[in-house]
């Protein structure tokens, strides 16, 4: 798959040829359609924070389909479309079985701690009104 990479904090940032993931059995792996690139990113791309390792994959805010899933993946399929929150819950730690993700000890944040494989309880289904890309719009 390709993805936006760099490899030295406030380096070049270049679309490149990346090992496709494989998931793990609880696992998804997306084909990323839409992602924003915020403040946050660009602290990472400076350097300023500690969980990013390089090589980089910057882009936490993201949705996509999904195009690789676990064994033991029950909720989700091939092409589903999908969001999830830009901080996630390791889903198995007793805030996260009780329904509360945001509080969990272990929590995540793909495209910061996190590569392209992804829980499938952090994931929502994405309905087919929103597109991923805004329509370009002409101004007359």
């Known amino acids: 798959m390709k993805a936006a990479i760099y490899e030295q904090f406030k380096g070049p940032i270049n679309v490149t040829q990346v090992v496709d993931p494989e ?15 915020c403040r946050s990113d660009w602290h990472g791309w400076m350097g300023n924070d500690p969980d990013i390792n390089l090589p980089h994959v910057p882009g936490h805010e993201l949705a996509g ?13 091939l092409d589903d479309r999908v969001t999830l929150p830009f901080v996630c819950g390791c889903g198995t730690c007793e805030p996260c079985i009780a329904g509360n993700q945001q509080v969990c000890d272990h929590q995540f944040q793909p495209g910061f701690t996190a590569g392209a494989v992804l829980p499938n309880m952090s994931l929502s289904n994405m309905p087919t009104l929103i597109l991923f890309v805004c329509p370009t719009r002409s101004i007359l």
């Not at 389909?65 to 399929?77: L, T």
């Open 23 to 37: 998931p793990s059995p609880t696992g998804v792996v997306l084909a990323v359609k839409a992602c924003g690139i």
């Open 65 to 77: 389909e999904v195009v690789a899933i676990g064994s033991e993946i029950r909720n989700f399929k």
